[in-house]
């Protein structure tokens, strides 16, 4: 048995608009994410003298600032996707909730 705010909530056109945003920018998250990572990881199974190419005169190679790129990349796309959920999932939500409890 549904409950009928539940079924209200799913019926809603917001609803589905919700859904389809909030999935598709999933996704598309998630493949870039998939790239880069994916990325990084073959070029050090496939071109591993390009990755130990020293940076200037020191130790460092052109691995380590491109292993850090990985890591910022998913911490901006984090922030990305909690900066659009907090402005526009949020909204939806809030505005879907107030039409079905009424």
């Not at 589905?16 to 199974?45: C, E, M, P």
């Not at 890591?71 to 879907?96: H, M």
């Amino acid at each position: 048995m549904i409950d009928p705010v539940i079924a209200k909530i799913q019926s809603h056109p917001k609803y589905a608009q919700l859904r389809k945003q909030r999935n598709a920018f999933g996704w598309l998250l998630t493949v870039l994410t998939l790239v880069v990572y994916y990325g990084f990881i073959s070029l050090i199974a496939f071109n591993k003298p390009f990755l130990a190419q020293p940076l200037g005169a020191g130790v460092t190679t052109v691995g380590i600032p491109l292993g850090m790129g990985v890591i910022v990349f998913t911490i901006v796309i984090t922030g990305i996707y909690v900066n659009r959920a907090n402005k526009r999932y949020d909204a939806l939500t809030k505005d879907i909730l107030k039409d079905a409890t009424k």
